[in-house]
């Protein structure tokens, strides 16, 4: 039980701390000119604190406690993130008039490297418990 609570905490951090660095910086360069009409003045508090919440808990389930190294963490943090990401925005791709292929190729990357290290770092705290 601490493993897991441990596991989950550090990948909550760690995914949330970075994503939050990329999403501040990338906004203004990548989102706002791609698909600025379809942007909220402001994030919605709610659904982002349920996505983190709910995204961390699967990254522990289906990355870290499957994974005896940390490279099947690794592995493991990169399949779901390019399968979890790759669902968004290829689904976009798919329904939205004008979703910008950048924004899809971009997204689907950064997901399965956030994911990634997002695991490798709930793996590595869980195990110096």
């Given at each position: 039980?601490?493993?897991?609570?441990?596991?989950?905490?550090?990948?909550?951090?760690?995914?949330?701390?970075?994503?939050a660095?990329w999403?501040?910086?990338?906004?203004?360069?990548?989102?706002?000119?791609?698909?600025?009409?379809?942007?909220?003045?402001?994030?919605?508090?709610v659904?982002?604190?349920?996505?983190?919440?709910?995204?961390?808990?699967?990254?522990?389930?289906?990355?870290?406690?499957?994974?005896?190294?940390?490279?099947?963490?690794?592995?493991?943090?990169?399949?779901?993130?390019?399968t979890?990401?790759?669902?968004y925005?290829?689904?976009?791709?798919?329904?939205l008039?004008?979703?910008?292929?950048?924004?899809?190729?971009?997204?689907?990357?950064?997901?399965?490297?956030?994911?990634?290290?997002?695991?490798?770092?709930?793996?590595?705290?869980?195990?110096?418990?």
């Open positions: 039980m601490i493993k897991a609570a441990t596991a989950y905490a550090a990948t909550l951090a760690c995914f949330l701390s970075i994503d660095i999403l501040t910086q990338m906004t203004g360069w990548l989102y706002r000119p791609l698909i600025g009409p379809l942007l909220a003045d402001s994030v919605v508090l659904p982002a604190v349920l996505f983190y919440l709910l995204y961390a808990a699967g990254i522990v389930a289906l990355a870290i406690r499957p994974s005896n190294h940390w490279q099947g963490a690794l592995a493991r943090g990169a399949i779901l993130g390019l979890a990401y790759g669902t925005d290829l689904t976009n791709h798919a329904t008039k004008d979703w910008p292929l950048a924004i899809t190729l971009a997204d689907m990357v950064w997901g399965t490297a956030l994911t990634a290290i997002g695991a490798v770092a709930g793996y590595g705290a869980a195990r110096a418990v």
